[in-house]
């Protein structure tokens, strides 16, 4: 048996031609997007918000936005 080998874009637009037919356009494209690279740097960005808060720390301070009151 043998089989032809297909590029990259043949696999990719098949595929999305699959994807598109079975999910619909809209949920192909949510598919999609769940797969960007995005950008920026997370561990910076993190470290910027969080710093050096143990969980417990952030955890109180949730609860603590999420009810003023207390």
Request: no cysteine.
């Amino acid at each position: 048996m043998t089989t032809e080998i297909a590029s990259v874009a043949q696999i990719t637009t098949r595929a999305l031609a699959i994807l598109s037919k079975e999910l619909g356009p809209v949920n192909t494209a949510r598919f999609i997007n769940q797969f960007s690279v995005g950008s920026g740097d997370y561990t910076q960005e993190r470290d910027s918000i969080v710093g050096n808060q143990t969980v417990a720390e952030i955890v109180a301070e949730i609860k603590k936005q999420r009810n003023p009151s207390e």
